[in-house]
C-alpha cells in the first residue's frame, strides 16, 4: 500500500511527490496525461518563469488571490528555498527584471526534467496515462483513490494536485473539484484571471490599433462611480479582440469581479501613456514642442512623444486635420491631446474564457485547509496543493511558488503523519 498518493503532476504535485519521498513516504504519483509537467513545460513563454526574489511582503503583495494564506506555506518553504532546490540539483537560475528568475538555459522542460529525476532518484512510483475518476470517504477520512479504469487503491494519504480549468489541454480541466466536494469542501466561484481582456468598442472592432504595444503605461480599472479600483503599470498591447500584455493581464481580475458586482455590460478602463507627468507638465511640453516648430506638421513634431499609429488615430478621434501644421494647432487642441494621452478609454466588456486563462481564479476555499500542513479541515488524510486551491498570483512567476510552496507542504505533513 502506498502511504500518500499524489493525485496530478505538475508543479505543485511533483514537488508533493518529491517532498512526501524525501521525508520518507512511499508515494504513488498519478496523472493522467502521458507526461508529467505539461503545463509547466509551456510556462513562461516555453522558459518557466520558476519564481519571484521579491521580499516576502511583496512576494505576499503580489498574490491578489488569498496571499495572506500564503504565510504559513512560504515559513516552510519559499522562494528562496525553490531556488535553492534548483540549484541544490544542478539547475542554476538567472534574475531578470522584477525579481522574476528562470533557468539560465531559458528552458523549461529543464525544470520538468529536474523535478523528474529528483523524484525519480527518490524512489516516487510513477503512474502516467491514469485517470483518476474519484476518491472515497470513510468516517471522516480518505479511504481509497478510484481510477478510470475501475482500479481501486487504499491508502490513508491523498494530495490533490489537479490544478484548475485553464489550457485544458495540459490535463487541468478542474477534476478536483468535485472530489473536494464530496469531503465537505467549498468551492469558491472560478473565474479566468491573468486573461486577455475583450472590448467592442469601434475602434477595437475596426482593429485601429490592433498590434500596437505601449510600454510603461498604467492601466487603470473604472467603477461605474469613477473611482479607481485598480491600477498596474506595465506594458500593453492592442488585440483584435481588446488588450493583452502584462497590465492587461494584471487588471483582467479586476474587470471579471466588477462586472459582476455592478451587474454591468462593460467597465471603463483609462491607460496612461505618460505615468511619470502630469497633464499640465505634458501639455506645456507639447506646446513648446509645436511652438518651436510652427511651419512643421504636428504629427511630425509630436512623433517623439508617442508612435505615429497612436498619433493618427488621436487625431481622427479629436477631428484634428491630417496635415495640420503647428501653427494652426490651438491651445485647446492640445489640451485635449494631453488629456487623451493621459487618459486613454476602453471600454471592457468582459475577457477570454477560463481556458485560454492563465490561471484560474476561485478554487477549493482557503478557509477549510490547515495553512501550516495543507490537509483539509473536512476530511482526514486529505490535502489540496497548487492551483486547485482558492489561490491565484499575478503573471511573474508567482503561481509556480505557490504551487511549489504549497505542495512542498502538503507533502511534508503527508509524510509526517504516517
Ligand atoms: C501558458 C501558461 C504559462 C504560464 N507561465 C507561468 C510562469 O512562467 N510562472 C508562473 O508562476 N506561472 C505560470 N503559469 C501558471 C502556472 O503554470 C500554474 O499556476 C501551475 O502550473 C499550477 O500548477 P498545479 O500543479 O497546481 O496544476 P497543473 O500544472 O495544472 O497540473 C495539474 C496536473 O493534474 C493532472 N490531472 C488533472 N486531473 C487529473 C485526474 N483526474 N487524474 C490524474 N491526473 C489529473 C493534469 O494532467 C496535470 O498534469 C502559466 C500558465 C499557463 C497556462
Known sequence: MYEVIVIGGGPSGLMAAASAAEHG??????????????????????????????????????IPGNGK?????????????IIQFFEGLGIQLKEEDRGRMFPVNDKAQTVVDTLLRRIQDLRVTIWTNAAVKTIDYLDGKVDSVKLMDGQVLKTKSIIVATGGKSVPHTGSTGDGYPWAKKAGHTITELYPTEVPITS?????????????????????????????????????????FGISGPASLRCSQYVVKALKKFDVSSIELRVDLFPGKSEEDLFQELWKSVKAEPKKQLKNVLKVVTQERMLLYLYEHLSIPSEATCANIS???????????????????????????????????????????????????????GEVLDIH??????????????????????????
Request: proline share 2%.
Open 69 to 81: 494564506f500564503m504565510h504559513s506555506p512560504f515559513a516552510t518553504f519559499d522562494n528562496e528555498d
Open 25 to 62: 513516504a512511499k508515494v504513488l504519483l498519478i496523472d493522467k496525461g502521458n507526461k508529467l509537467g505539461r503545463k509547466l513545460a509551456i510556462s513562461g513563454g516555453g522558459r518557466c518563469n520558476v519564481t519571484n526574489r521579491m521580499e516576502r511582503k511583496q512576494l505576499i503583495e503580489h
Open 393 to 418: 498570483g499575478y503573471t511573474g512567476g508567482y503561481n509556480i511558488t505557490c504551487a511549489f510552496s504549497t505542495g512542498y507542504t502538503a507533502g511534508k505533513s503527508a509524510a509526517e503523519r504516517v
Open 331 to 385: 491651445h485647446e487642441v492640445l489640451r485635449q491631446l494631453a488629456k487623451t494621452l493621459k487618459q486613454f478609454i476602453i471600454h471592457a466588456n468582459g475577457t477570454l474564457s477560463i481556458e485560454k486563462a492563465f490561471v484560474t481564479g476561485g478554487g477549493v476555499s482557503v478557509k477549510e485547509i490547515e495553512p501550516k500542513t495543507m490537509h483539509s479541515k473536512k476530511a482526514e488524510g486529505l490535502y489540496f496543493c
Open 200 to 240: 467592442d468598442d469601434p475602434f477595437i472592432k475596426k482593429k485601429a490599433l490592433q498590434g500596437l504595444s505601449l510600454r510603461d503605461i498604467e492601466l487603470s480599472v473604472i467603477n461605474p462611480k469613477g473611482k479607481i479600483i485598480k491600477t498596474h503599470e506595465g506594458d500593453m498591447i492592442f488585440t483584435h
